[in-house]
């Protein structure tokens, strides 16, 4: 009777301690140690990211041999009729490359472990092009995937060769240009149509695909620009034709090309008068007889356009001279060629 009462009292235990492990992990909301998660191991791992953060500058015209549109100057009561600098604003740097790419990696993958967006696992960090990542391996795998990934969106951009031609055509070239067939868009243009037109100016270029990009030919002309009597200023003006221009490739075996063309050439200089104040009996000290009136002719285009690759074709033109020359006065067409590297 004993024994068996031993019995009891010993099942009895075992009764209690199971039921109190059982409110533990079930009551209180936690779960057996048997289905709590495994700690995955955390690895340090060094990328080579040098190739995915080289800046790549724009090169839109910028020079101290300015366009006749863009001559800085502060308001001046002998002179009037110019442009202001357009305020450009700064090209992007390497750290703002390594910035990018620190982000994109935290909020794309895993984005709750990262410690820098209040995670327990994960550090990331760009030493001299080099990412220094703590992650779990599923993760690295992640990051490799996408590094890999963004290299093959960079090779798959390719290098744009833009060859520009401005025509000095009459009515006539023009037809000629366009082989009878009228105006259509795009224009597209017969090379051999080209060689006996006259060309006023050409240019040619190489870049990559979606960088801007400028072709400049002409020449330079010293300019008075600013405080011509107590403090002479000059400026180098450009002369001739500048071309921005940056061209993208569509699938379909065409480009989109996004340009701007100015040409200025200087008219004739003709000097103006300084007439004293009739109440001033005393000449003013430094004042100029005459002050040289800068004229010129100008044309200005832009806008975006999708031209085949490998084809000449007419973007735009108009007269440069003053009007009035009758209708054989002669114009001013720009035509571009664009090709792509495969």
């Known amino acids: 009777m004993k024994t068996s009462y031993a ?15 059982l409110f533990q992990y079930t009551v209180l909301g936690q779960d057996s140690p048997a289905s709590m998660p495994v700690q995955e191991k955390v690895a340090t791992k060094v990328y080579n990211v040098r190739d995915l953060i080289q800046v790549e500058q724009d090169h839109s015209f910028k020079s101290q041999v300015k366009p006749v549109t863009q001559l800085t100057m502060e308001p001046n009561p002998w002179l009037s009729g110019f442009g202001n600098c357009a305020v450009s604003t700064l090209p992007p740097t390497k750290q703002d490359q390594v910035n990018a790419i620190l982000e994109l990696i935290r ?28 992650q779990t391996e599923a993760n690295h795998k992640q990051i490799e995937t996408l590094l890999e990934q963004l290299r093959k969106a960079n090779a798959a951009r390719r290098t744009v060769l833009v060859q520009a031609k401005w025509l000095e055509l009459d009515g006539a070239g023009l037809d000629k240009l366009l082989g009878g067939s009228g105006v259509k868009a795009p224009a597209e243009v017969a090379a051999d149509a080209i060689k006996d037109l006259p060309v006023r100016y050409r240019a040619q270029i190489t870049g990559m695909e979606g960088q801007d990009v400028h072709l400049a030919a002409g020449r330079g002309q010293t300019v008075l620009s600013e405080n011509f009597v107590s403090d002479p200023k000059t400026e180098m003006v450009h002369w001739g034709a500048i071309l921005n221009l940056s061209a993208v490739m569509n699938p379909d075996g065409t480009a989109t090309v996004d340009f701007s063309s100015l040409i200025a050439e200087p008219g004739e200089i003709k000097p103006i008068p300084m007439v004293q104040h009739k109440a001033s009996s005393q000449p003013a000290v430094g004042m100029p007889e005459s002050l040289d009136r800068l004229e010129f002719n100008l044309q200005s285009f ?41």
């Open 107 to 134: 909020s794309t993958i895993a984005a709750e472990s990262w410690r820098e967006n209040s995670g327990t696992i994960g550090t990331l960090r760009e030493i001299n092009g080099a990412l220094v990542v703590a």
């Open 302 to 342: 832009g806008g975006t356009a999708k031209v085949p690759l490998g084809k000449p074709v007419l973007i735009g033109g108009s007269n440069l001279a003053p009007p009035g020359g009758g209708p054989n006065a002669k114009l001013l067409y720009l035509v571009l060629e664009v090709s792509a590297s495969k």
């Open 7 to 21: 019995k009891l009292v010993f099942l009895a235990c075992l009764a209690v301690v199971a039921f109190v492990g």
